[in-house]
């Protein structure tokens, strides 16, 4: 089992910065991949971005590209989810996740994906 939990959110004007924090315990030596997801009120989860453990590769959806950056610290087992440039339909309950099997970079951006969840940290972006 991977445990993961999530911190760092909270109330943030538009244009400002927030970092979310991701702390993974347990089988950590199984990661494959940590993806990072949101749900807005009253809308579906959506993939927001995911990073490669081995290697650090990411990958972003388009509406966060160039504002969002995914990065780790290996020693404590954590992955961070940097968020500049805040818009208020950034507005969501945001999730982390931890991807055990090796499936394509495809299958990444989707929750098959994963197999362990964080329980979400709240991110209010005010106008």
């Known amino acids: 089992q991977v445990q993961l939990v999530e911190s760092g959110g909270g109330l943030v004007q538009a244009g400002g910065s927030l970092r979310l924090s991701c702390a993974a315990s347990?089988?950590?030596?199984?990661?494959?991949?940590m993806g990072w997801f949101r749900q807005a009120p009253g809308k579906e989860r959506e993939f927001v971005g995911y990073?490669?453990?081995?290697?650090?590769?990411?990958y972003y959806t388009d509406s966060v590209q160039d504002r969002f950056t995914i990065s780790r610290d290996n020693a404590k087992n954590t992955v961070y989810l940097q968020m500049n440039s805040l818009k208020p339909e950034d507005t969501a309950d945001y999730y982390c996740?931890?991807?055990?099997?090796?499936?394509?970079?495809?299958?990444?951006?989707?929750?098959?994906?994963?197999?362990?969840w964080g329980q979400g940290t709240q991110v209010t972006v005010s106008s």
């Open positions: 347990g089988r950590t030596f199984s990661i494959y991949a």
């Open positions: 996740a931890a991807g055990t099997s090796t499936v394509t970079f495809a299958t990444l951006k989707t929750y098959d994906a994963y197999d362990w």
């Open positions: 990073l490669i453990w081995s290697g650090g590769f990411t």
